[in-house]
């Protein structure tokens, strides 16, 4: 998610509806009258009295902006206003814990905006307020996802779809993308409704992708920056000069209307039928949960999970046309402990942990949600002398942590050497991303074992099966790869497109594969 997104306003979307605008947010920033006589945290200091600091946000990777402000004004936190708004930014991981996880009574919030209500988005857990109904949907979604039994329970499931996943890369190498979009997909709509995706062209998919999209473009939608100003504005008349969000948002609801009710009309009608395969959907309904709320527990998994999964698959595959030394080290390992006969299995884990190492250097190096999730306080709060209103949106840089030169030496270096003791063991403890690289306290990923397992999975069973290198031209020579590729800002942080050859190591890989696929 980028900050203009959280922000009321960008700039130039400012001249528009400037008058509004700025009457509702100075009468908002008004009654936000502070509470305190301690400071706000460091930062840069407002530009004007109504917009505060928006013309200091860049429209693009903010996250490398904060980190500047934070070294300008050495500080570890910083504070900014944007139309009576609060903002903190968390600049490391200490910090991060410290408020986010120990005093997560008062931040595990999330801030209010007007186009997800209206769009019916906040059925999701990841944007119910803090309170009740927040809490028991997700108990009920981390009951489905627990790490230990219920997670292992998944592995047969994640390990045919990776295998599906091996078979696609073998058929059509140029399309990798979807590949890994059909496999993050595949795990989630399985795991949840009990139901087998298409690799292309998938009707659940294709919907879910759409409501997810309409969630996404809804923060530029036009007007929505100003109903997310002036939350009050919701209830203007769709016909209403200026209130073309409210079309938006009735497109918008209808797509997350069907997302919540028709994977859950298929298990209701498998179930009847006696053909419902397990899943996180039939089980929570064999408990007697009330219907309406599985259906929005459920609908919550696919816009968190799909596009996260996928997004961290494609990096994967990014690193490894820039590292072919990380790649010769992987191979050297599965060729050590597995041979070339079979693919690696969740029992080999343990006995590859040069894979585990390029797992985390992959979620560390790029990642895929590099402001995380913004948090809100419940309640005012002093940290280190500073004052912290209540209703602050709180965001915890995990672009900051990952590039935090305390923690990792050279950390713009793909390096997952950087994970492993002198002795040779994998380091247990103090850098670890895919810890912080999942959020921080009551708000943490819930969805965290389920991801790094498919992620897991396909990462070994590519290498030991595929090189992944730079593509050729039709005259043989190497396509050039921009070293330092855009990243399309948005919820998820993705890669721009790029190119590459993946193709199997051999004969005997691609057999493994062929049968691998056969014996499902
Ligand atoms: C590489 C993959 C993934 C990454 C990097 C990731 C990262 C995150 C982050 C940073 C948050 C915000 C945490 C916070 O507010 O502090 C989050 C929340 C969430 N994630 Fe994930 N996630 C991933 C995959 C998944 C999957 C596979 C699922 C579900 C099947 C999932 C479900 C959720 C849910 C429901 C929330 C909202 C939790 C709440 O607000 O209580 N995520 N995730």
Known sequence: MSVADLLPMSFQQAQGGALILAIGAFCWAYLRTRRSNLPYPPGPPPKNIIAGNLTDLPP????????????QYNSDIIHFRVFGQH????????????????RSTVYSDRPYNAMIDLMEWDIAVGFKP??????????????????????????????????????????????FRQHCKALSAAVIMRVIYGYDSAPEEDYFVELSEAAMVKMCDSWVAPGAMVVNTIPILRHLPSWFPGAAFKKYAIEGQELTRKIRDVPFAFVTKSLAEGTAKHSVVSEMIANNEEHETIKEVAATGYGA??????????????AMILHPEVQRKAHEELDRVIGNKRLPTYDDRDSLPYIEAVVREVLRWRPIVPLGLPHATSFDDIYNGHFIPKGTIVMANLWAIAYDKNIYEKPEIFNPDRYFNKDGTLTTEGIHSEVWSFGFGRRICPGRQLALDTIWLAVATVLSTFDILK????????IPVDED?????GLVSHAADFQCAVTPRSNVARQVIVESVAKE
Do not use: C
């Open 471 to 478: 593509k050729k031209d039709a005259n043989g020579n190497v």
């Open 305 to 318: 999970g799909a596009d996260t999964t996928m997004a961290t698959l494609a990096w994967f595959f990014y």
């Open 485 to 489: 590729i855009e990243v399309a800002d």
């Open 60 to 71: 693009k990777r903010a996250w490398e902006t904060y980190s500047k402000w934070a070294e």
């Open 87 to 102: 903002m903190v930014i968390l600049q490391t991981l200490d910090l991060s814990r410290e408020l986010l996880e120990k």
């Open 130 to 175: 803090y309170g009740p109904e927040w809490r028991h949907h997700r108990k009920l979604f981390q009951q489905g996802f627990r790490t230990g039994t219920t997670t292992l329970r998944y592995r047969a499931i994640q390990t045919d779809k990776v295998n599906d996943f091996l078979r696609a890369l073998l058929d059509n190498p140029n399309k």
